[in-house]
């Protein structure tokens, strides 16, 4: 998954501004780390958006 397709369904999800805010507050227990970290840390972005349809209600549509 692209960035840009991370970020996209990030947004339609949560909206653009508390995307953001989800993505730098929000530790994810399955990877330990926030959104943010995870990423820079280079963890692939399917594996980051898999986590965070793992602990928040994504619709099936954005899964």
Not at 16 to 31: F, H, M, N
Request: charged letters at 30%; one cysteine or more; glycine letters at 6%.
């Amino acid at each position: 998954m692209r960035l840009t397709e991370f970020w996209r369904r990030m947004e339609a999800r949560f909206g653009a501004t508390y995307a953001r805010s989800v993505a730098a507050d929000y530790r994810l227990p399955v990877l330990g780390t926030t959104v943010d970290e995870a990423l820079a840390r280079g963890v692939e972005t399917k594996d980051v958006w898999r986590a965070v349809c793992a602990e928040f209600d994504v619709p099936g549509q954005l899964r």
